[in-house]
């Protein structure tokens, strides 16, 4: 599923799945809950035996195995609405075609901790998936994260301001709790991707 050749002679961080979580660069964010895909990443790493480094100005890059299988474990550098940018310089990077990419991102219209799992389809309004989808196509594999939309006087709120600072925000207590652990429950979904395909991994995780 990917190309083994490259203008160099052959990409750059070879692997046979690219796994990329979304998120915004800085440690300022690093424990919003739109970084929540970046938690993944560091769980994922963990368990690949590497170390992310921030390689070029796109993206912070590493490899290992996971299931057995060369991985590249990736979190762009860019903004979330400038991901495309990081992916496309990823896919020359690992030789990685979109069938073969896992997307790992934050879902406001999940309930808090819901994991929802798919193969290809639209952006569905998050402007970090139509970036991507611009950049490499729409038929990677997307796995959401809900983090639950905020409310405002008891009721779900679009407020653009109320909702960026939800997204920009720390949770903490229970919620910091259930998300920490439903990005455990992630990085296992990732693994099953690859070792029984998405359809499974959906089969297992979708209704959690």
Same mark, same amino acid.
């Given at each position: 599923m990917r190309n083994p050749f490259s203008n160099s002679g052959g990409p750059r961080f070879a692997a046979d799945w690219l796994i990329v979580g979304l998120g915004n660069p800085g440690e300022e964010h690093a424990r919003n809950r739109h970084n929540v895909g970046f938690w993944v990443i560091n769980d994922l790493a963990r368990r690949a *035996?590497?170390?992310l480094k921030a390689t070029g100005q796109t993206m912070a890059i590493g490899t290992g195995t996971i299931a057995g299988v060369k991985v590249a474990l990736v979190k762009p550098r860019t903004f979330m609405n400038l991901s495309g940018k990081a992916l496309a310089q990823a896919k020359q990077w690992t030789g990685c075609d979109a069938p073969n990419t896992i997307i790992v991102?934050?879902?406001?219209?999940?309930? $808090?901790?819901?994991?929802?799992?798919?193969?290809?389809?639209?952006?569905?309004?998050h402007n970090g998936l139509k970036s991507i989808n611009n950049a490499i196509g729409p038929d990677?594999?997307?796995i959401r994260?809900?983090?639950?939309?905020?409310?405002?006087? *008891?009721?779900?709120?679009?407020?653009p301001e109320t909702v960026a600072g939800w997204v920009l925000?720390?949770?903490?207590? $229970?919620?910091?709790?259930?998300?920490?652990?439903? $990005?455990?429950?992630?990085?296992?979904?990732?693994?099953?991707?690859?070792?029984?395909?998405?359809? $499974?991994?959906?089969?297992?995780?979708?209704?959690k």
């Open positions: *035996g590497t170390q991102y934050d879902d406001l219209d999940l309930a $808090a901790g819901a994991l929802r799992l798919r193969a290809g389809g639209g952006s569905g309004g990677y594999i997307r994260i809900g983090i639950g939309r905020p409310t405002l006087n *008891g009721e779900p709120t679009w407020e925000g720390n949770p903490t207590g $229970a919620d910091r709790t259930l998300l920490e652990e439903r $990005a455990k429950l992630a990085a296992d979904a990732v693994e099953t991707v690859i070792l029984e395909g998405v359809e $499974a991994a959906g089969t297992k995780f979708n209704r």
